[in-house]
């Protein structure tokens, strides 16, 4: 059976995609107590759970940027500085605000180059906000990125698309700078059909957004809606049978990604414009947040065994790591000299993969060429599947592919 990129992300195979959507429904059409309380209840178990005083829950991470950087009221045409791989999704949030987007290079571990981002504040002035994105659950170099700030003028917010749990010296991701932004997208760490969260130590900052949140908050018909696209995405076409059906009709890989990636466009049909999560969204990420324990212990036992089977002197380099940080398990991006002809190799035993597509840079008018660090990450990195929803066949299957494939 193949083994897809993305199986089923929440929160453990005990509680499969179909039985969660019907057991959360069924709460919120009865229990009229849960429904109206939800999204507090939700709030806290975040905020207790990454040791914050306040999450204010949004209806997708852009919105949360949004909310902060209108909170944060700086002058128009502010520079605001990114890495050059963030997502592009963000550049919305960030015109809205009237700020003036600038991009940093990547070092090697994928998050922003300190040393980079000084030269090109030097270069073009100081002042303004830094979003420091955590990659692929690895937490960026706050300390160094936080010295920047206070020599430069900057506000720094945190990008924890991917870092939900992270760690970095002791402190949780998102409580080091000013604010943090969490996503619940489909495939985060904790999924509500397209949520996110600010979570920020500051009180002042916190009333702002959460009065922004409060004035448009989502209706549960629309989340109904996502809750129906989410349960036929995930148990016809991209869970076990579903992805076997379609890794058959597309053996071209190009065009089953380019299949998939439309389907993913019809889903987000079901997203809105509001600014605030629904109960029925906070009831579902209330259940993965309480199985959080037992889904990273899982995560952490595969990260384990495809360390073990890449081992340390093969083709296959594994994911950068740093000392005195707790790793968010959100992908498992490799280094190989030639991540096509690996792609290809996998593909055809049926082990789904990712060309760099986390890595590709947003389009800056100078072009990737002014952006080394980016530029070596998408021709070497690759994705492979990672999550709590492969069962200990398909573990093995990885990892015995892994480790045939980094000794050539």
């Not at 991470?61 to 700086?74: F, K, M, P, Q, T």
């Not at 300390?143 to 003028?153: D, F, K, V, Y």
């Not at 890449?310 to 030639?338: F, S, W």
Request: aromatic fraction near 6%; proline fraction near 6%; hydrophobic fraction near 40%.
């Amino acid at each position: 059976m193949p083994v897809p990129l993305l199986p089923d992300p929440i929160p453990h195979r005990a509680f499969s995609p179909l039985v969660r959507s019907s057991w959360v429904l069924r709460r919120w059409l009865t229990d009229s107590d849960a429904r109206s309380n939800a999204v507090r209840k939700f709030e806290e178990a975040v905020a207790s759970r990454l040791g914050v005083p306040h999450v204010i829950a949004t209806s997708s991470g852009r919105v949360a940027l949004r909310a902060i950087l209108e909170a944060l009221d700086l002058e128009r045409g502010s520079p605001i500085w990114l890495p050059v791989n963030t997502y592009d999704g963000l550049l919305p949030a960030v015109a809205a605000s009237g700020l003036s987007p600038r991009f940093a290079d990547i070092a090697a571990d994928y998050n922003l180059d300190p040393e980079d981002l000084d030269h090109r504040i030097a270069r073009e002035g100081a002042g303004g906000v830094l979003v420091a994105t955590h990659m692929f659950g690895l937490p960026c170099r706050l300390e160094a990125l936080s010295n920047t700030c206070s020599r430069q003028g900057l506000v720094m917010v945190e990008d924890c698309a991917h870092a939900f749990g992270t760690e970095a010296g002791g402190r949780t991701a998102g409580v080091t700078g000013i604010a943090g932004i969490l996503s619940f997208q489909a495939r985060k760490s904790i999924n509500t059909l397209g949520g996110g969260a600010v979570v920020t130590r500051d009180d002042a900052l916190a009333s702002k957004v959460r009065s922004m949140i409060d004035r448009n908050r989502r209706k549960g018909a629309r989340a109904l809606l996502q809750l129906a696209t989410y349960s036929i995405e995930r148990n016809l076409l991209f869970a076990a049978p579903g992805y076997v059906a379609t890794h058959m009709i597309f053996e071209n890989r190009g065009l089953f990604e380019g299949a998939r990636s439309s389907y993913g466009s019809l889903v987000g049909l079901g997203r809105g414009d509001t600014m605030g999560l629904s109960p029925l969204q906070a009831m579902l990420g209330l259940a993965q947040v309480d199985a959080w324990d037992v889904r990273k212990a899982r995560l952490d036992r595969i990260w384990a065994a495809y360390d073990a089977a890449i081992g340390n002197d093969g083709l296959v380099e594994r994911p950068p790591r740093q000392k005195e940080t707790g790793h968010g398990r959100y992908m498992y991006v490799v280094r190989v000299p030639d991540p096509a002809g690996m792609a290809d190799r996998l593909w055809k035993e049926g082990i789904g993969t990712a060309r760099g597509s986390p890595l590709v840079p947003c389009l800056d008018p100078a072009g990737i060429d002014s952006y080394p660090g980016v530029r070596d990450g998408v021709a070497h990195a690759l994705q492979i599947p990672f999550a709590d929803g492969l069962n200990d066949r398909q573990v093995e299957r990885v990892a015995d592919a892994l480790r045939r494939l980094s000794r050539g």
